[in-house]
């Protein structure tokens, strides 16, 4: 089966009218250009504004004290329940009943006490978080807190 063929020729999108292929350091048509940069830069603020407004439509109650207070209630709690049950089965399975118990307890406080703490001073959970003071900073060699 044979496809019928086109009756115009068609031409590439990268040659030139010479028929040469176009390089990327030639100029192109600067009224182009500046329309993809006009619609690059209008559709970055739109998802910028999308960005926004989604970070703020948490509601009043979740940028107030009052919701931070539940937050590091919730976050506290948390992890102490999840370091004494840790705990108990640690205890159940060996037969050690009050040691295991102990140990994970004191661990989900300080893991409750960490997570309480990160939440109130804005940092983040991920590896290598550099918070919005230390951007301009260069660590040292040495592992010292860096020179400006």
């Known amino acids: 089966m044979t496809l019928p063929r086109?009756?115009?020729k068609v031409r590439a999108p990268f040659r030139h009218g010479d028929g040469?292929?176009?390089?990327?350091?030639?100029?192109?048509d600067p009224d182009r250009l500046n329309d993809l940069d006009k619609r690059l830069k209008e559709a970055r603020s739109r998802?910028?504004?999308e960005k926004d407004r989604k970070a703020g439509g948490g509601g009043r109650a979740a940028r107030s004290g009052m919701g931070?207070?539940?937050?590091?209630?919730?976050?506290?709690v948390a992890a102490l329940v999840v370091g004494v049950v840790i705990g108990?089965?640690?205890?159940?399975?060996?037969?050690?009943?009050?040691?295991?118990?102990?140990?994970?307890?004191?661990m989900g406080g300080a893991a409750g006490i960490l997570n309480a703490?990160?939440?109130v001073s804005g940092q983040g959970y991920a590896?290598?978080?550099r918070g919005s003071d230390d951007k301009d900073k260069v660590p040292d060699d040495e592992g010292g807190e860096g020179r400006s």
């Open 127 to 129: 590896v290598g978080y």
């Open 6 to 8: 086109a009756k115009h």
């Open 117 to 119: 703490y990160r939440t």
């Open 88 to 106: 108990l089965l640690l205890d159940r399975w060996l037969g050690t009943l009050p040691l295991f118990l102990v140990l994970f307890f004191f």
């Open 68 to 76: 931070l207070g539940f937050r590091l209630a919730v976050d506290i």
């Open 20 to 28: 040469g292929l176009a390089r990327m350091s030639e100029p192109g």
């Open 47 to 49: 998802q910028q504004a």
